[in-house]
T-cell receptor, first 115, second 112 residues
Framework: NAGVTQTPKFQVLKTGQSMTLQCAQD?????MSWYRQDPGMGLRLIHY???????DQGEVPNGYNVSRSTTEDFPLRLLSAAPSQTSVYFC??????????????FGPGTRLTVL | GESVGLHLPTLSVQEGDNSIINCAYS??????FIWYKQESGKGPQFIID?????DKRQGQRVTVLLNKTVKHLSLQIAATQPGDSAVYFC???????????FGAGTQVVVTP
C-alpha cells in the first residue's frame, strides 16, 4: 500500500489564485481530514469527512472547500489564496469505524507559499 | 477553550539517556491519547497510544503514562538515539468520530 499520498509537495501561488491540493489513500479508510501546520501552533483541523459524500468543518475552515466523491480521494480547494494561507498542509486518514483507538495516518505534506 | 499543550518547547538529550516529554490536557471527556513523531519535512508518524482506562502503556523503547487526576500525559523514550531527534506531538480524541486536537509540539534534540 502507498498509504496516504499528497500532491504537489511544494506550491507557490499569488494572492487571489485558486488551486487544489490532492490527497489520496489506498487503505479503504472512511475518515479523511485536512490539517494545516503553522510554526508553534501544532496542527489545526480544516475539514474532515466521515465517508464518501459527507464532509464537515473543522477548527479553521474559512477560505477552503472540500468534497468527497470517492472513498479514496479528498481534495482541498483554495478558492482565492491569501498570504495567511501560507502553511504546510497535511492530509490524514483512518478507518473511522466505531473504535475509540482509531489512529490517523498522515501524508507527507504540501508546503504552500502565497505571495 | 479546552486544549492540549506541552510544557517544554525544546528538549536537549544526550545520546543514550532517557527522554521525558510532557503534555497537559484540559478536556476531561477525552478518552484516547496519541503521541506522534514528526521528522523534518515529513508528516506526523504514529508512535504509541493509550486509552483513558489505562495509566501506562509500553512499546519498543517508548512508554506513555497517563495521569487523569492532573490531566497529564508523558512520553518516555529509553536510551535516546540520534534518530529520535524530531518534534513530538501529543493529541487527544473524544469519541469514535472525535477529531484529534494537537498540542504545539516539543522539539527533541539528541546530542552525541
Amino acid at each position: 500500500n502507498a498509504g496516504v499520498t499528497q500532491t504537489p509537495k511544494f506550491q507557490v501561488l499569488k494572492t487571489g489564485q485558486s488551486m487544489t491540493l490532492q490527497c489520496a489513500q489506498d487503505m479503504n479508510h472512511e475518515y479523511m481530514s485536512w490539517y494545516r501546520q503553522d510554526p508553534g501552533m501544532g496542527l489545526r483541523l480544516i475539514h474532515y469527512s466521515v465517508g464518501a459524500g459527507i464532509t464537515d468543518q473543522g477548527e479553521v475552515p474559512n477560505g477552503y472547500n472540500v468534497s468527497r466523491s470517492t472513498t479514496e480521494d479528498f481534495p482541498l480547494r483554495l478558492l482565492s489564496a491569501a498570504p495567511s494561507q501560507t502553511s504546510v498542509y497535511f492530509c490524514a486518514s483512518s478507518y473511522g469505524r466505531a473504535a475509540i483507538t482509531d489512529t490517523q495516518y498522515f501524508g507527507p505534506g504540501t508546503r504552500l507559499t502565497v505571495l | 477553550g479546552e486544549s492540549v499543550g506541552l510544557h517544554l518547547p525544546t528538549l536537549s538529550v544526550q545520546e543514550g539517556d532517557n527522554s521525558i516529554i510532557n503534555c497537559a490536557y484540559s478536556n476531561s471527556a477525552s478518552d484516547y491519547f496519541i503521541w506522534y513523531k514528526q521528522e523534518s519535512g515529513k508528516g506526523p508518524q504514529f508512535i504509541i497510544d493509550i486509552r483513558s482506562n489505562m495509566d501506562k502503556r509500553q512499546g519498543q523503547r517508548v512508554t506513555v503514562l497517563l495521569n487523569k487526576t492532573v490531566k497529564h500525559l508523558s512520553l518516555q523514550i529509553a536510551a535516546t538515539q540520534p534518530g529520535d531527534s524530531a518534534v513530538y506531538f501529543c493529541a487527544e480524541k473524544g469519541g469514535s468520530w472525535g477529531k484529534l486536537q494537537f498540542g504545539a509540539g516539543t522539539q527533541v534534540v539528541v546530542t552525541p
